[in-house]
């Protein structure tokens, strides 16, 4: 047996044994995200089709309270525009970037962090600027350090021990490494070629950009003879990390642009490679979405779900179900923003536009799972590198955990709470049921499933766990599947990125294929100028 396959080994089976010999008195279960207020949505029980109990009128509706919407509120706040509601089918807003608290500790319920923003994202850029995290200084701009990620940022248990970085560089063989230089090389060429954008409605409908969306990233890393197993894991780790599906289920446009859109791919060694610069907080992207809901007041309609929107000779008219009071309101709107899902806005939307029935036809999705386990005590460690904000354990299907307390000024050792990252959309992991896996597996399956993965670099994490809180996400990001930026024209030059009809806004990160904060952001703000 070659030594890596007997590691391998030796992992799954320490593995196995830590997760029976589980503790069962860690408190915990399901949390942060209403399953069945969702899935009352999808089964018409929410009056849907009833008359409504009351009507409201306003300016404009936004629908759907997530990155995209709360960037549309933004919008219109800052075009003078008071007149408008914003409706939320959950108890906060914020969608897959809320945060949330365990055990008195701020922590991530889904998106932790965001790169500081390239040029192309200037709507990001002045929101940043908005909320003093980045300011000019002797004519250039510099961000808050304070918000910036802390050193050190990321690690790998790789091979018994830490290593700093995620690249796996340890006890490698030169054939590894000549595999990662030539990779990065092969980046930067793609990248001189043609341009991959940051929001992607900025750029051109390139020809090598629609070709690499017709491939998957597995079949065009076989034709580039990218065999290395060390490679392919990471390649495989980013697609699953940032797409919620393994590599031969998303684009090689997707597994490129995940490198070329921000600083490239750098092998070891590279003294040019510049680090990405991260911000992020405990409560991660949380931060920035409580920041963007708070000045909407009463306009912010929480435990609000959107049963149907209607175009009709004067407007249109938008039910939405009311949790607290289970009451149906009618809102009455010159305009509406439609900045759900695209899934959902296919079904409440009456008589969708084409562009809608199109997109939902052809989008599928990734199911999540995000799990926050408090720790009384710091975690017992492997040797090698420090303990990171980011840490990864190689070869398992989790994407490892990120430490809330991190970003603490105060370095004195206490409890934190770990947030752990499970995508179970398609991969050589997880197979086409990962959404049925998520809502019908007790929560106790997935604290197992955590301490069993956890614990082989941390094997006293069963003894010092104290609670372990679980969000389920089940259509938690789109994947950009081969295709699929044609399918949706989402590298078309159309203008300035808008979908819609003369009184529908359709804004979502999902019209880009893929889910990050730059893109949902960028289109809810376009959306919400467009209402001016």
């Not at 009352?40 to 409504?52: H, I, K, S, V």
């Not at 040797?383 to 990120?402: C, K």
């Amino acid at each position: 047996m070659k030594r890596r396959e007997f590691l391998g080994a030796v992992i799954a089976g320490t593995a196995t044994l830590a997760g029976c010999e589980a503790r069962r008195d860690i408190a915990g279960g399901f949390a942060g995200v209403d399953v069945a207020r969702g899935h009352a949505l999808r089964d018409a029980n929410l009056r849907t089709g009833t008359a409504p109990d009351g009507t409201r009128r306003t300016r404009v509706v936004i629908a759907g309270g997530g990155v995209a919407g709360l960037a549309a509120a933004r919008a219109l706040r800052l075009a003078g525009i008071d007149d408008f509601v914003l409706l939320e089918l959950e108890d906060a807003a914020g969608g897959n970037s809320r945060g949330g608290v365990v055990e008195g500790i701020a922590c991530p319920l889904g998106a932790h962090y965001l790169p500081v923003p390239g040029d192309d994202a200037r709507e990001v850029q002045d929101l940043l600027e908005e909320l003093g995290l980045r300011r000019r200084v002797s004519g250039r701009w510099e961000y808050d350090e304070r918000h910036l990620c802390h050193s050190p940022q990321e690690r790998l248990f790789f091979q018994g021990a830490w290593q700093e970085g995620l690249l796996p560089v340890q006890g490698v063989d030169g054939a590894t490494l000549a595999q990662y230089r030539r990779f990065s090389q092969r980046v930067e060429a793609l990248r001189r070629e043609a341009r991959f954008l940051i929001p992607t409605l900025r750029a051109e409908p390139a020809p090598l950009l629609m070709a690499l969306d017709a491939s998957t990233f597995q079949a065009w890393l076989d034709r580039e003879g990218f065999t290395d197993p060390h490679l392919r894991w990471y390649l495989d780790y980013c697609c699953r990390d940032d797409y919620g599906a393994g590599m031969a289920h998303v684009s090689a446009w997707a597994g490129i642009h995940y490198f070329a859109s921000r600083h490239g791919f750098h092998a070891p060694g590279d003294d040019n490679a510049e680090r990405d610069a991260v911000l992020t907080w405990p409560e991660g992207n949380g931060w920035l979405t409580r920041r963007l809901a708070e000045p909407l007041g009463e306009r912010l309609k929480p435990g609000h779900a959107v049963t149907r929107i209607a175009e009709t000779r004067g407007g249109v008219e938008v039910d939405a179900f009311d949790v607290a009071t289970r009451s149906l309101v009618r809102w009455q709107a010159e305009r509406c923003i439609v900045a759900m899902p695209v899934f959902i806005a296919a079904r409440v939307v009456e008589n969708p536009p084409e562009v809608l029935r199109h997109a939902a036809a052809h989008l599928r999705y990734s199911p999540w799972l995000v799990a926050n386990v408090h720790v009384r005590s710091p975690l017992a460690d492997r040797p090698g590198a420090a303990p990171s904000w980011d840490n990864v354990v190689y070869g398992t299907r989790g994407l490892g955990y990120v430490d809330a307390r991190h970003q603490a000024l105060d370095p004195t050792p206490r409890a934190t709470v770990l947030s752990w990252y499970r995508p179970l959309g398609p991969s050589a992991f997880d197979g086409a049921d990962g959404r049925r896996q998520l809502l019908d597996r007790p929560w106790t399956g997935w604290r197992d499933d955590l301490l069993a993965e956890l614990s082989v670099p941390h094997p006293d994490l069963p003894d010092v766990a104290t609670r372990i809180d679980i969000t389920r996400y089940g259509h938690a990001m789109a994947i950009p599947a081969p295709g699929l930026l044609r399918q949706l024209g989402a590298l078309s030059a159309r203008g300035p990125g808008l979908v819609g009809t003369e009184r529908l806004a359709f804004a979502h990160g999902d019209w880009s294929g893929y889910s990050i904060f730059e893109e949902a952001f960028t289109r809810g703000h376009l959306a919400g100028t467009a209402m001016l």
